[in-house]
C-alpha cells in the first residue's frame, strides 16, 4: 500500500468506521521519518484502532466514565476514563518479586548510585553554535590563556574575572557544588575524566560557547543500599509488566475483531 492510497482510506472496526480525517489528525502525533510519511499515518491509524476496541470493550462490559483528575489538574475525557477502567478490569500483570528487584540491582549496580559531586571552575567565551568565526576566534583565545595558566596557575582568577563571558567570573570562575546531571553533557563528559586541581588541557565546546575548565574538589558516587533503591526498581518492573500484559490484552481484542482497512498486526505504540 503507498502512502498516497493509505492516506484517502477509511479503517473499519467491528462496522466502527474511522475516518480518513481523523487519522489524518491524529498523525500530527507522531513522528516518522521525512521520507517515509506513510509511517506516521499507519502509527496514528492502529493507535485509533485499538482506541476504537478498548471503547467498544467498555461498552461490551457495560461501564459507565468516571473521570479522575490527573497529576496536571487536568480531568479525564469520558473516552479516557472509560478506556482506564477497561485496563484496569482485563489487565493482569505479572506480580512483581523481591527477587526479580534483587536480580536487576545485582546486575545494574553500577546504575544505582549516588551522583558525582564536582567543584569546577570555568572562563566562557561564550560563542554561537552558529557562528562558525566567533567559535574560532574563542577557540583561539582560549587556547592561549590555557597555556598561560599552565604557566601560571595562580593567574586563572584573574583571567577568568577580565574575560569570562559567565557571571561566575565575580568569584574567579568558581562554580560551587554542581551534580551529575546538572550540565550539558559535553561539559560534564570532561568533569567526569578531571582529577582535582588538574585544568583541561584544551579548550572545550559547548552549546554556549567554549570553556576553559578546571576542577578544585571531586567527590565520586557511591553504590546506593538494596533496600534504597527497591522501591525505584520495583516500580520499573511493574510499568514493564503493565506493558507486557496490556500488549497481550490488546492483541486478543485485535484478533476477535473485524478490522477493514489496515493490516494491525503490528503491535500499537499508544494504547490511549
Avoid at 457495560?62 to 476514563?81: F, V
Avoid at 553554535?129 to 567559535?135: G, I, L, V, Y
Avoid at 577557540?139 to 604557566?151: D, E, G, R, S, V
Wanted: aromatic share 4%; hydrophobic share 40%; glycine share 4%.
Amino acid at each position: 500500500m503507498s502512502s498516497l492510497d493509505t492516506v484517502a482510506r477509511n479503517i473499519s472496526v467491528n462496522g466502527e468506521e474511522i475516518s480518513s480525517a481523523a487519522i489524518a489528525a491524529e498523525t500530527q502525533n507522531h513522528n516518522a521519518p521525512k521520507n517515509r510519511p506513510g509511517d506516521a499515518w499507519r502509527t496514528a491509524a492502529r493507535a485509533l484502532v485499538i482506541r476504537a476496541l478498548l471503547l467498544q470493550e467498555a461498552e461490551r462490559l457495560g461501564l459507565s466514565p468516571d473521570p479522575q483528575l490527573l497529576e496536571s489538574d487536568k480531568r479525564e475525557t469520558d473516552e479516557e476514563a472509560l478506556i482506564r477502567a477497561v485496563l484496569d478490569i482485563e489487565l493482569d500483570p505479572e506480580d512483581v518479586s523481591e527477587a526479580d528487584c534483587k536480580l536487576v540491582y545485582e546486575r545494574q549496580r553500577e546504575v544505582f548510585c549516588s551522583p558525582n559531586l564536582f567543584q569546577p571552575a570555568h572562563i566562557l567565551f561564550a560563542a554561537k553554535p552558529e557562528d562558525s568565526a566567533a567559535r574560532e576566534i574563542a577557540k583561539t583565545n582560549a587556547k592561549a590563556f590555557i597555556q598561560a595558566i599552565q604557566k601560571a596557575p595562580k593567574i586563572f582568577a584573574a583571567i577568568a574575572k577580565e574575560n569570562s563571558d559567565c557571571p561566575s567570573k565575580e568569584t574567579g570562575g568558581v562554580l560551587g557544588q554542581v551534580g551529575s546531571g546538572e550540565t550539558v553533557p559535553e561539559f560534564e563528559t570532561v568533569l567526569n575524566q578531571l582529577e582535582p586541581g588538574q585544568l583541561h588541557p584544551e579548550p572545550v565546546e559547548t552549546r554556549f560557547g567554549i570553556h576553559i575548565i578546571r576542577m578544585d574538589e571531586k567527590a565520586e558516587g557511591e553504590a546506593l543500599p538494596f533496600d534504597a533503591v527497591k522501591p525505584q526498581i520495583r516500580e520499573r518492573l511493574e510499568q514493564i509488566a503493565w506493558a507486557r500484559a496490556a500488549k497481550v490484552m490488546t492483541q486478543k481484542l485485535v484478533e476477535n475483531a473485524d478490522i477493514q482497512g489496515i493490516d494491525i498486526s503490528e503491535p500499537s505504540e499508544k494504547l490511549h
